[in-house]
């Protein structure tokens, strides 16, 4: 029996019609960096007494299924991501050009079954009831840009061989760092040394009691998106608007070209006041921890848009 290995690992994803039952087709292949989903079962002691020094059996707990997945942020696959963390955007067709809105505050939110494949051993764990708690993409100068998503799921199963069939399989084309731009009420942002983008679902697992241990499901609460910004000390422009108390329009954006590119667009941000802390000879940084809350123009916080050649999500 070979030992498995995560190169050889197989992440493939279906939305499900109905939570908790993975769907018998419609599999995609998507790429990912890691994955921690997948039961666990804690152990409680026994607290009997009467029997000795030596320990009487334990008892098994309820069952819980939470973990990140780390993914890439592409031109393409990125696309399930955002269905499952805001829901089924609006696409609209140009010739080939297809525009997906992702819009925050959705009432209801889309779940998917996850199976993760290890050919060798062989073990396939699908995993059912997967709903995206949040998202958080680190901007920086350099590196890879990848998004993690903390995923919450009712339970996984364990199979000898694949419940997913031969899934469907997207070219891959990453967005990369140094195609990152900052935008400030539509207007480049300058001075930028790293930024942070999160939005959550802050899902409110249902706890019942259930003779299988598992979550009945995972409910959204209210929407959060916030992040930070740190920047070199050049010009007042962040300050003022902090001390003001006004907000603002900020935007998050990854273009290779005007057909195909990533916008986050947060409608109204509103910043701290910050420290601008000496630290020694060097360039003096300050660090901006944002927060977004409803837009009363647009109706709401954030807006997606996606722009590649996939006809819909």
Not at 180 to 197: F, M, Q, T, W, Y
Not at 233 to 248: I, M
Request: glycine residues 10%.
């Amino acid at each position: 029996m070979a030992r498995a290995r995560g190169a050889n690992a197989v992440m493939a994803a279906a939305f499900e019609t109905t939570y908790g039952t993975a769907p018998v087709a419609g599999y995609k292949k998507l790429p990912f960096v890691s994955c921690a989903l997948g039961d666990e079962q804690n152990l409680i002691a026994s607290d009997l007494l009467g029997y000795g020094r030596e320990p009487l059996p334990p008892s098994r707990d309820v069952v819980n299924n939470e973990g990140d997945a780390v993914v890439p942020v592409d031109l393409r696959n990125f696309g399930y991501w955002l269905k499952l963390l805001m829901g089924a955007p609006t696409s609209v067709d140009d010739s080939g050009v297809v525009t997906h809105t992702f819009v925050s505050g959705a009432l209801t939110l889309p779940s998917m079954a996850i199976e993760l494949g290890m050919p060798e051993v062989p073990s396939f764990g699908m995993n059912v009831g997967v709903r995206a708690n949040s998202m958080k993409i680190q901007l920086q100068r350099s590196g890879l840009l990848n998004a993690t998503m903390s995923l919450i799921a009712q339970g996984e199963t364990k199979n000898a061989s694949t419940g997913a069939g031969s899934p469907a399989t997207v070219a891959i084309e990453r967005f990369s760092q140094f195609m990152g731009d900052i935008k400030r009420d539509d207007v480049a942002l300058g001075h930028i040394v790293s930024a942070e983008l999160m939005y959550s679902n802050n899902l409110d697992k249902v706890e019942v009691i259930r003779p299988d241990g598992r979550i009945e499901d995972a409910d959204p609460a209210m929407v959060a998106v916030s992040g930070n910004i740190n920047v070199r000390f050049a010009d007042t422009v962040l300050l003022d608007q902090a001390t003001s108390g006004d907000p603002c329009e900020l935007s998050f954006g990854w273009q290779i070209d005007a057909d195909n590119a990533l916008l986050f667009t947060v409608h109204s941000v509103f910043l701290p006041k910050a420290k601008t802390p000496i630290q020694g000879p060097g360039g003096i940084q300050a660090g901006f921890a944002w927060q977004a809350a409803k837009d009363p123009t647009v109706g709401k916080t954030c807006t997606v848009e996606l722009i590649n050649d996939v006809t819909g999500y």
